[in-house]
């Protein structure tokens, strides 16, 4: 086709949306890098080197196609809050030489999105991408897209909120990043050994130092078995007379049932279920029984959340998170995501609490307010936590009058864990 599109990836038929207009969970997709003006062959008319993969695109799009312009060359990263913004946005690139489709009548395309051999389309690394975006914007979420995890960072400090999510392809970029975003949880594949039934290698992913004891980023780790069949889809929007079948990991799923989940308000108990991990678009294959235990331990023990068959339904069948699990590791209730989240967040949000009071001088005073705002706080998480085992201390057991170190140590349990936890905070007071 001379301008091909891609809204048939958009068509009611085939494509499921949530209702959720109004996101109130983002996550992060690292697809591509640093932004590259293209050039072109002028013999071919399609790019001669990579602009930036999905994120390049993008920017190229929006910046150098679209009337009015959106953004700039320089920005660091994209937001959106529905598909069809990301469709709208990549179909600009509509004119450009074998940019959306590539055919064996048109040459290069080695930098673009998607191939036709006249009847059937295939993704490239672009292609795959956008389709990841795509699904999971279906669930009703915000994705910042970015080429580089300083664009992450770039969008946390202009909208001063963490990203609640990062959706992970496996690589070095995003488990560096991981490492420092301390409220940010990461959800990768599992390996692709046909069975996807392995835990990527996360000793060798991460630095040896992240996942030594005290730190919280084996907490926020989340591995994800089996894959998404996409139905055929006509894509004629692309290309006359064709069609698309596609096979994906569920990342972009698990994405969605923690949408589901915040939305909910239960994401401090679980994102499994049969109300918040539905598949809305395809199938999941290899969907394992509840019954199957031989597989399910397997799982278990490294740390591998799955999909079960139930009634013909699917939902996950785990929850757990852990980047270091091994064959013979034991797991108890806080290795939920859950009470997990819960205690990432509980962290966060009393060490904003306490800095606060950093330039307060260290008495009875100040800390009476800090245990009386910690305590507000943590009386709004009271449907997840069990009373009689919350204690908050911040006085003259743990802190000299005086002190440029103040301390407060807090003891909870969730109601959904076999064992409470303590989180202690200290700042350096300037006073």
């Not at 975006?133 to 994705?143: E, H, K, R, V």
């Not at 996409?230 to 972009?252: A, E, M, R, Y």
């Not at 757990?320 to 108890?332: E, F, M, N, P, Q």
Request: hydrophobic letters at 35%.
């Amino acid at each position: 086709m001379a301008n091909p599109k891609l809204t048939s990836f958009l068509s009611a038929n085939y494509y499921n949306q949530s209702t959720n207009t109004n996101p109130i969970l983002y996550y992060g997709f690292l697809a591509g890098s640093t932004y590259a003006p293209p050039t072109f062959n002028g013999v071919s008319g399609a790019a001669s080197n990579n602009p930036g993969g999905l994120f390049g695109w993008l920017i190229y799009s929006r910046a150098e196609l679209s009337i009015p312009t959106k953004g700039a060359t320089t920005d660091s990263y994209i937001v959106y809050t529905n598909p069809n913004d990301l469709v709208f946005d990549l179909d600009q690139l509509s004119g450009v030489t074998a940019c959306l489709l590539t055919t064996s009548n048109t040459q290069g395309g080695t930098f673009g999105f998607f191939s036709s051999d006249r009847s059937q389309i295939t993704g490239k690394t672009n292609g795959n991408d956008f389709l990841s975006a795509l699904y999971s914007l279906a669930y009703g979420g915000g994705i910042v897209i970015t080429g580089t995890t300083t664009g992450f960072i770039n969008y946390e400090t202009a909208n001063e909120n963490y990203l609640d999510l990062l959706m992970c392809k496996g690589t070095t970029a995003e488990a560096r990043y991981l490492e420092n975003a301390v409220s940010t949880i990461g959800i990768f594949p599992s390996v692709n050994d046909g069975a996807g039934q392995t835990a990527l290698n996360f000793d060798a992913l991460f630095t040896s130092a992240a996942l030594v004891s005290g730190s919280t980023v084996a907490d926020r780790v989340v591995s994800v078995s089996g894959k998404n069949y996409k139905f055929k889809i006509p894509t004629p929007s692309l290309d006359n007379n064709t069609t698309f079948t596609h096979t994906t990991n569920l990342v972009s799923d698990v994405v969605g049932a923690f949408t589901n989940a915040k939305l909910r308000n239960s994401i401090y108990y679980t994102v499994a279920g049969l109300d918040t991990s539905p598949v809305l678009n395809g199938v999941v294959q290899t969907p394992i029984l509840w019954t199957d235990t031989g597989t399910k331990n397997i799982f278990k023990k490294n740390r591998v959340n799955f999909y079960t068959q139930l009634n013909k339904t699917y939902f996950m069948g785990l929850d757990l998170v852990g980047a270091t699990a091994g064959a013979d590791s034991s797991y108890t209730s806080n290795d939920r995501i859950g009470p997990s989240k819960l205690r990432v967040d509980i962290e966060t949000t009393v060490r904003t609490i306490v800095l606060k009071y950093v330039f307060l001088q260290n008495n009875a005073t100040t800390r009476a307010s800090i245990t009386s705002e910690v305590s507000f706080y943590l009386q709004s998480l009271s449907a997840f936590l069990d009373p009689a085992f919350t204690q908050i201390i911040c006085s003259d057991a743990n802190n000299d009058d005086n002190s440029a170190t103040l301390t407060i140590d807090i003891t909870v349990k969730p109601l959904i864990a076999s064992e409470e936890f303590t989180i202690s905070v200290t700042t350096e007071s300037s006073t």
